[in-house]
Every structure is written in C-alpha cells, then in structure tokens.
C-alpha cells in the first residue's frame, strides 16, 4: 500500500481503518513511508524523488521481503506510483488499485499560473498567503502530520511527468482506479480507465480529494475488486 504526498502510512491507512480492514479479510498488508515522509529519509534535493525513483523502493522492498507477486493499491500520489510500479515489473502484479487519480493524469502539464506552485506553498511561513485551496489543504495537513516541508517541496518539484497514453494501452494488469466525484485533483476516473486495457472505473458521489480514501464504499469497491471479477464496476450513488 502507498500512502498520498504529505501524509504517511499510519495517517493514509491504519488510522482510517484499511489496516483493520484487510487483517479481518486474511490479507497480508505491507505499507511503506515513502522517501520524503514519515518515518523514511527526507533529503531535500529534487533529484532525489524522481518518479522511477520512488517506484524503485517499492519494488525494492518486495524484493527484501522476498514478495514475488502482490496486489498493489496507491492513492493519489502512491497512485501515481504504483502505476509507475505496475509499468515497470506488470509480471509481479496480481491487481492494481488506483485511488485519487483520473482524467487530469492524462492532461498535458498546466502552464505557470501568476500565483504559487505547491513547493512555494509548502515552503510559506504564512498560510493564509496561500490562496489555492488544494494547495492550502496540503500546506495545512502537512503540518498537522508534522512532516517535513522542505522534503515534501522537493518531492513536488523532483516528481517529473506521468507515463503517457502509449505506455498505458500495454499495461497487462487487472486495474481498478477510484476517484471522488467532487475531486477536481483527479477528474474523471473513467477517462484514465478508458486509457488502460479492461480497467475498471468507480465514482464516489459525493466526496472529494481528501473525502474519498476513509469511505466505506471505497473499501467496498476494492474488496469487491479483489475477490473477483464483475461484469461491471459499480458506481456508488
């Protein structure tokens, strides 16, 4: 499991209950801290959080558990990288869960906007000054979970671009991506799923970006994912 940029994998997981969750239904659970967070190593240099990187750990750490194939589940940001896992190494997947994540992955990168970026939000002493209220609920939840900002404002600026459509169209590996229906982060969950081969797509009214991952319909829609194949994703209203 792969935790969201700014928290961590108690903040992401055990404190909303997929711990619990997966443990009652006879799962084995691995989650990390990714670098940047919690309790791993936080350099401060960009270069150190580019995409293959961060993926790498994961596929380093099923390589030091002796994990030969898992099921693999990110949200937002984990999402991003568990997508950039199953890329990599699609013979070691048995499901891929995608949460917080849809159509905007897809988008061509926004221009310079005259306000700020979210490193510049993260590095701000004053969080009034930030007036992107995404940008804001990062700052203010980071803060909350007591990470390190200058390591998070690396992470924003090191990330890089996501796979493109071409990469997408071969990806051989169940996916199921999930997105709140008042998440503008993410936007549509069905134009990423169109994207990769039989994915599978869920909308969950009524939630947004941070709304969405505690859910108990979101926790319904992976476990119905996990135990078996459906004819159709159910959209939860």
């Known amino acids: 499991m792969v935790h969201g940029f700014a928290s961590n994998r108690i903040e992401n997981w055990r404190r909303l209950g997929w711990y619990s969750a997966f443990e009652r239904a006879g799962y084995r ?96 002493e004053n969080p009034d000054a930030i007036t992107d209220p995404i940008q804001k609920g990062f700052r203010l939840f980071a803060e909350a979970q007591g990470e390190d900002r200058q390591a998070l404002a690396a992470c924003a600026q090191g990330l890089g671009p996501p796979a493109g459509r071409d990469a997408l169209a071969n990806l051989n590996v169940q996916t199921l991506i999930l997105a709140g229906a008042r998440d503008d982060l993410a936007g549509n969950p069905d134009v990423l799923a169109a994207a990769i081969p039989d994915a599978k797509a869920v909308t969950l009214a009524g939630c947004d970006h941070f709304s969405a991952i505690p859910h108990a319909l979101f926790k319904a829609a992976v476990f119905d994912f996990l135990e078996g194949p459906e004819e159709d994703a159910p959209v939860f209203e």
């Open 29 to 124: 659970l691995i989650a990390l801290d990714l670098r940047g967070h919690g309790e791993s190593e936080k350099p401060h240099d960009p270069a150190a959080y580019g995409r293959a990187q961060m993926a790498g750990d994961v596929v380093s750490l099923m390589d030091h558990l002796g994990l030969r194939r898992v099921s693999l589940m990110g949200y937002s940001l984990g999402a991003h990288l568990a997508l950039a896992t199953a890329l990599a190494i699609p013979n070691r997947l048995d499901h891929l869960i995608l949460g917080g994540v849809g159509g905007r992955m897809l988008e061509p990168p926004a221009a310079p906007s005259p306000g700020m970026t979210l490193a510049q939000a993260l590095l701000s």
